[in-house]
């Protein structure tokens, strides 16, 4: 559950109201693929209580599968973020003690028949810990047999964690099993465990991954394939936040590879969907619908 000051600018050090929003990386790239006409089913592990009510009623006004989506004991808790709409200086405050999501294990995964699905998405803030890194690594072996694509948003998170060295372990085991690697500079330097994670990608991509994605903010990004390396821009906006981009940037770009878009024109549908996210409030709820899409890249190329 995401919690946002209202109205809009709003510190939370003066907060009087908030709203309330579907939230975390793996429900976000869900809506975002839905808004965008790719359907989609989340696995993941919700509190059996009030919170996980809401969350299960947001997952259905969405049009996302919650069929794998199983309510643990209470004592394990829906983790919450509480977010300022403000570009400067934005505070973003999670918390997340005995969080649900990381209880998700192997018997989750075997629920699951992979030759129902087209591709399998992982959020990389399951690899934490366990339960739930054992079971990305299960579900990632049950892909692999079936040779569904792979793809994972690095989504790092510096909690949970046993050290660095296994932080660069865990990432670089499961990098090497993906077909589509999508991450930022200090993603790619974790995994690394130095500061030239872009060597990291460049190494990755002769190795069995098809498509690397590289973020570096408002510097654009750098997209490599096994025989091309490609540098791409982003859409300038008025943003009125930073977050929420990265989510909306996984649902506009896998959701045009899979609707047939060159892998060009996949990047920039990707960075237009993260362009409008940033200009709204909340994250889940600010993902643009299809038309909205494609109306806002018209403009940005009539310009």
Known sequence: MDIYPEPLGTKIDDVQNFSTHLGGSAANTC???????????????????????????????????????????????????????????????????????????????????????????????????????????????????????????????????????KKSEVYKNIMNEMDVIIGNDLEFNIADNSSDGLKLAQTLIQKKPSIIIYKMGEKGSKVYTKDSEQDFGIYNVQAIKPTGAGDAFNGGFLSSLYQGFSLEDSVKRGSANAAIVVTKVGCSSAMPNLEELNQFIKQKEEI
Not at 62 to 87: P, S, W, Y
């Open 31 to 165: 809506v975002a693929l839905s808004k965008l006409n790719v359907a989609s089913d989340l696995v993941t592990c919700v509190s059996d209580d009030a919170i996980g009510n809401y969350i299960f009623k947001k997952l259905d006004d969405f049009n996302i599968g919650k069929k794998f989506c199983r309510r643990i004991d209470k004592k394990f808790q829906t983790q919450i973020a509480v977010v300022e709409t403000i570009l400067e200086n934005n505070q973003s405050i999670l918390y997340r003690n005995n969080s649900c999501d990381l209880q998700l294990d192997q018997s989750d995964i075997e629920r699951i028949n992979f030759e129902d699905y087209s591709s399998v998405f992982i959020s990389g803030v399951t690899l934490s810990s366990n339960p739930s890194r054992d079971a990305v690594f299960l579900a990632v072996e049950k892909a692999t047999a079936l040779k569904l694509p792979l793809i994972i948003d690095l989504d790092y998170r510096p909690y949970n964690w046993e050290s660095d060295e």
